[in-house]
């Protein structure tokens, strides 16, 4: 467990470690998330240090707050959650960053300053210190416990063990490792051959996805500013499990010119745009979250495409014309358990309370946009969720009170396993995010 995973950063200053713990402090207290990073917060050679510190100390936090544990004499105080942050931080950096020891420990020690919290200095000193001296034997002694060990909460794991009894150590390896950067490439523009021709061109190597005709994912992650044409809305990043949706729906959209689609619950907007690249539709997207929903007109807009786009709650039906959709995309709020290497602090924030009312708000979004969907149309339910129920056992309670639902998720697809009514995608390391897939057509009870 404590073999060293590569990284191109060779040490930092102060600056960057406080920094991280000034982000992590509100994981760590279940304040907020790492969807608020700003990268901006350091200089810019210092950017990809500050993402990896923040992400990757949440990707190993289950074991690196187990050896926080013993290395203390005594807990932290609530108020102290950002000296806990650099502690884990500095653990994160000996046990899993080629960073010199020597910068892990003294310049994380010394970030506490820059916190106002001088007192800090000598206890996280002298707890890294310690852990130098007595690595194998602490690492050994917090992996006596399995979810500490697997890097998971224990109520995950249980739910996956007892979820996917085959797959579900493969789940929990591929969560605790960095997901790959997936392009789709804008068909509007070139195929995906020649843009991989491009990104050759510009020394960047890529393959082409087996499952998705549009994606392609990267040898290594890259800005984005590096990828041919992004401003000019060529290629956008999306993995390869959620372009997926544009082909469920194809068959519903390609023979329906000027189609009228609901995406429901549509932020960040990566399949609104995928939608719009493919067919020619007249699309409505809406999301509860403003702030959320600015940034798929932000993604249209360097797309070149165009949707209504409208702040409303998609379990109400006031924002409603009344004029039924042929298609409604509903890729539901879920708990995220499928891609919890891009948002490692999942492990953190989600807790098993959470997965029952996120169930009943899925259930109630299904109840609420069945109606607005024609006799005839097709909804596409998605979730990022790897739990049955969230997924399979949703869509079977929804197919047993809606007699008018008919199956239509195809069975003759060389992804995914069949998962009761639908069919679910697992993490894979260096491949697509778990995903789950119900496709469902309105027809006469």
């Known amino acids: 467990m404590s073999q060293k995973r590569p990284s191109q950063h060779g040490g930092s200053g102060q600056e960057v470690r ?24 350091v200089v810019a050679r210092d950017r990809g240090l500050l993402k990896e510190l923040c992400f990757g100390t949440c990707r190993r936090l289950p074991r690196l707050e187990a050896l926080a544990g013993v290395l203390l004499k005594q807990p932290f105080k609530k108020r102290d959650s950002d000296v806990q942050a650099l502690l884990l931080l500095g653990i994160y950096q000996l046990l899993y960053m080629r960073i010199p020891a020597h910068a892990a420990v003294g310049e994380t020690a010394g970030a506490a300053r820059l916190l106002n919290k001088e007192w800090a200095t000598r206890v996280l000193n002298g707890c890294l210190r310690r852990l130098q001296r007595e690595s194998e034997a602490l690492q050994a002694q917090v992996d006596r416990e399995e979810s500490v060990a697997l890097e998971h909460p224990p109520w995950l794991l249980n739910a996956l063990r007892q979820a996917w009894p085959e797959q579900w150590r493969d789940i929990i390896e591929a969560n605790n490792h960095p997901g790959p950067m997936t392009l789709r490439v804008n068909q509007r523009y070139n195929d995906r051959e020649a843009y991989l021709g491009m990104l050759t061109e510009q ?54 010119p000027g189609a009228r689609v609901l995406d429901a619950c549509c932020a960040p907007g990566g399949k609104t745009a995928h939608l719009l690249e493919q067919f020619d539709i007249a699309l ?40 039924p959709f042929d298609a409604i995309l509903l890729d539901a709020p879920c708990s995220g358990t499928g891609v919890i290497r891009r948002h490692p602090d999942i492990k953190k924030l989600r807790r098993k309370d959470d997965i029952r009312p996120l169930a009943k708000l899925q259930r109630q ?22 739990l049955p129920e969230e997924n399979s056992e949703q869509i079977e309670a929804f197919l047993a009170r809606t007699p008018n639902a008919h199956v239509t998720t195809p069975s003759d697809v060389a992804w995914g396993i069949p998962s009761g009514a639908g069919r679910q995608l697992f993490p894979a390391q260096s491949s697509h995010d778990g995903f789950f897939y119900a496709r469902l057509e309105k027809r006469t009870a």
Do not use: K
């Not at 979004?365 to 790897?386: H, K, Q």
């Open 284 to 323: 409505t997207a809406i999301d509860s979250d403003n702030q959320r929903l600015a940034r798929v007109e932000d993604t249209l807009s360097r797309l070149g495409v165009e949707a209504v786009l409208e702040h409303a709650d998609a379990t109400q039906r006031d924002w409603w014309s009344g004029t």
């Open 203 to 256: 020394g960047l190597s890529g393959h082409l996805c087996p499952h998705a005709p549009d994606a392609i994912t990267l040898e290594t992650p890259c800005d984005v500013t590096a990828l041919p044409g992004f401003e000019e809305g060529h290629v956008s990043v999306q993995d390869e499990a959620a372009q997926l949706s544009a082909a469920l729906l194809g068959p519903a959209l390609a023979p329906r």
């Open 18 to 41: 406080a920094a991280a713990a000034r982000a992590l402090a509100p994981v760590l207290s279940d304040q907020g998330s790492l969807a608020g990073l700003d990268e901006h917060s």
């Open 365 to 386: 979004l299904l109840d609420n946009l069945w109606p607005m969907l024609r006799e005839g149309g097709t909804l596409l339910y998605a979730t990022c969720s790897v």
